[in-house]
């Protein structure tokens, strides 16, 4: 059994118990919403990492605590909403002062840089995992789903795809050169795209955040929206950073590698042409929706068929 048909067949029933009216989203998306009243929705998410699965034994706590509310607050950029606030829940090996001070420091710049005040939270002793809860906002009906991708829709990316991944083999690097230097950063320090998120909102017909790969990613929007994508590879946003580091596996690690924290979001080309100037420089278009299932990848001299695949927690 995988992850997703783990929590599809125990988790999901529970959705439909309780006041399921006022959860105008339940669980199948980057965060739920819920109908507060007062024009707003409530749109929230809660991630876990755990250590040695989602950051790496030993890993630095000041990075550990930017990260762990970034990739939690990616999720919120993904909907399109406001930040508001966060709650987390820690469990910890035990007190110890020096890490305790650096993780604070670091999940402090990340508040203050992403708008999130930090809103309450449990502590608890045991094996290092992290748990954020974060919420935030969109006007009434205005949260940006999954499931709103239509035929013809171009496919865009925000920034540049795959450096996060190429940081991986550069984590225990003691004397990392400039572009080495470059992709560490965009491991350690991932800027969730919330100013673009809400930016997108009322153009964008879905949005993903890109955290275990786009083609994975991008396969969660065509599985809601029952579509198909067809991606120029060609036209993916690659840095010069990545092309000298990883020459040819450049595409590929674009294609497959997570982390990044990006955005990929669908839009039909008409809504394009009328995208404020700032909101379309940031982002690429790489390809276009279109009808059936999967993801293929026009490589120029030949078309690759692909099943969304990605990282699932219970099939490594
Ligand atoms: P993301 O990568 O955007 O954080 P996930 O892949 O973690 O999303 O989760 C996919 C969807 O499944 C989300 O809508 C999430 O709310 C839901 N989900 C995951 N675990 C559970 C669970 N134990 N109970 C209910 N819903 C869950
Ligand atoms: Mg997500």
């Keep these: 059994m995988g ?8 988790f999901f029933p529970i959705a439909e118990v309780g006041n399921a009216s006022a959860v105008v989203l339940g669980p199948g998306d980057d965060c739920a919403i819920q109908r507060v009243g007062s024009g707003l ?4 998410s809660v991630d876990a990492l755990v250590e040695g699965v989602h950051f790496p034994y030993h890993y630095d706590p000041e990075k550990l605590g930017w ?3 970034a990739v939690a607050a990616s999720d919120l950029a993904a909907m399109g909403a406001d930040p508001v606030c966060f709650t987390l ?4 090996p035990d007190a110890d002062p020096d890490w305790l001070s650096a993780y604070a420091h670091g999940l402090a710049s990340a508040a203050r840089r992403f708008g999130l005040s930090l809103a309450g939270g449990d502590t608890t002793r045991g094996p290092l995992t992290l748990s954020m809860q974060v919420h935030g906002t969109v006007p009434k009906g205005g949260g940006i789903l999954r499931s709103g991708a239509q035929v013809g829709d171009y496919i865009c990316v925000s920034g540049m795809l795959g450096e996060a991944g190429a940081a991986l083999d550069h984590l225990e690097n003691d004397d990392p050169g400039p ?5 560490l950063r965009r491991y350690h320090f991932p800027e ?4 673009l998120g809400r930016a997108l909102r009322g153009y964008a017909t879905a949005a993903v ?3 275990d790969g786009l083609v994975a990613d991008l396969g969660h929007i065509l599985e809601a929206s029952g579509v198909a994508a067809s991606i120029d590879a060609s036209r993916l946003p690659l840095s010069q950073h990545l092309k000298r580091l990883v020459g040819q596996s450049a595409a590929g690690l674009a294609l497959n590698a997570g982390d990044d924290y990006e955005l990929c979001v669908t839009l039909p080309p008409q809504v394009w042409a009328i995208l404020p100037e700032d909101v379309r420089r940031e982002l690429t278009v790489i390809g276009e929706v279109v009808a059936g299932e999967g993801v293929t990848i026009d490589w120029g001299d030949h078309i690759e068929n692909l099943s969304a695949g990605g990282y699932d927690h219970f099939r490594n």
């Design 3 to 10: 992850e997703f048909e783990l929590i599809r067949r125990y």
């Design 41 to 44: 929705d409530l749109v929230f």
């Design 67 to 69: 990260r762990s509310l």
């Design 89 to 92: 829940a820690l469990t910890l």
């Design 179 to 183: 572009d080495v230097q470059a992709v």
């Design 192 to 195: 969730p795209r919330l100013v």
């Design 209 to 211: 955040d890109v955290s």
